[in-house]
């Protein structure tokens, strides 16, 4: 029932849209509400320099898998975010706070809103922009990867997938760095464009910041090896140098493009006593590309964790297969990797092209996680998608994303003794259709 009035309820929205109904100087201007309340203030001379801007996504998702599991089927999501922005300038110069929440339901457990970002800022022409609080390093904010094009859910870079694809032993690694704490408190450096030039900086003391941490074996470690690894309990990094440097030209009617270098370093931690629960210090970098021409774009992306945040131990014995039936355990000689194993890998690529109000998109993903020198966990994602838009405020859209990965012994007895569902080969087809609304 709910699903049907959702249907029905953006049908007559979009009907509604398209006859002109709502008052001109609104939708039909092609402004976004958060445009019209400001000028709505201007107009009123009540100028509180107070800004805001968000989205509603809401989407189904159609999954078929050959490792069955109870998310198969359709799932549906509404996802929304919100950011308020406070702004003060004087003499040249401009500083405020600014506040992000984000709520997440039906694919992620408890919907409830969660405070994204947090920070004060203070910016000139001259010295660029710096930050002191909860927001992305330089390194998210220069790298770049094939999604950076793609429209609807954008397959792999929507970091989702997980949500309603079986697991994947390893095999699938998010579009950005595994092991970068977003959210942890830090000092955020941005440069002004000179010459085609930007660089930026950030530092964060401690990854533990945030309450993403707890304590003793009730940290979840968000690492391609599961939940747990050698390090166990609360592993974490300290000390984190995150910088990215971009250079770009061009016109965006004409030939333009961006091409950036990041990089991330950090010192490995772990919470546990034992020696044998180190890990290996953060080293990561992604070098990217953006090309346009005209309404064609295209994104290239490659990262390489390194061994970043690995186990310092390793396993002593090889595998040769992997019994289903038995009871693996991290401490086992051949459980583990090995000491060539590294983090991951990803290469990607994106095409659109948009048309006056439609824009379609094409892209692909692959990801490498090396368990010892010839032991590999891997995932290749397509993905097609087209997205039709009424004007800023409304869009939809529909895609489809076909998942293939495989991984090895070593990897699937690791998963197991990590106590994570474990899956040998799997191929999914996923198709997405959904909507969006920006504010």
Known sequence: MFKKMCFWSSIFFI????AGDYDKGAFNDDELVNEIVTRHLLEAD????LRFDGNLNFSTTFINQKEKRDKDGSVASLQGDINLKYLQKYNGYGFGCEMGAKTRSGIIKSGRAILDSSFLFAESDFLGLIKFGYTNTAADEFSICGD???????????????????????SIVSTDFAFDDDNAAKVFWLSPIMAGFSAGLSFTLDSRDVNLFKTSHE?????????????????????????GIAYEWGAPDDFNAKLSLTGWFGKGKSGCSSNNAEVRNVRAYNIGALFGYKDLKISLGYADNGKSML??????????????????????PDVGIKSDADAGKIYSIGLAYAF????????YFKSEVKFSGNEKAKADIITIAAQYNFNRALSLYVEYDNISTSTCARALAYAKASEQPVVDKNRANAVLVGMKFNF
Do not use: W
């Open 15 to 18: 009907g509604s849209l398209e």
């Open 46 to 49: 009540l100028d509180m320099n």
């Open 148 to 170: 950076k094009v793609l429209v609807a859910y954008k397959g792999a870079g929507s970091g989702n997938l997980h949500c309603f694809y079986n697991a994947s032993s390893g």
């Open 219 to 243: 940290k979840e470690i968000d690492n391609p090896f599961g939940k747990e690894n050698f390090a166990s309990c609360s592993a974490y990094s300290k000390n984190i140098v995150t910088g």
């Open 311 to 332: 186990p310092a131990k390793h396993a002593t014995q090889e595998i040769s297969s992997f019994d289903p039936n038995r009871e693996y355990k991290i401490s086992d």
């Open 356 to 363: 006056d109000k439609l824009e379609i998109s094409a892209g």
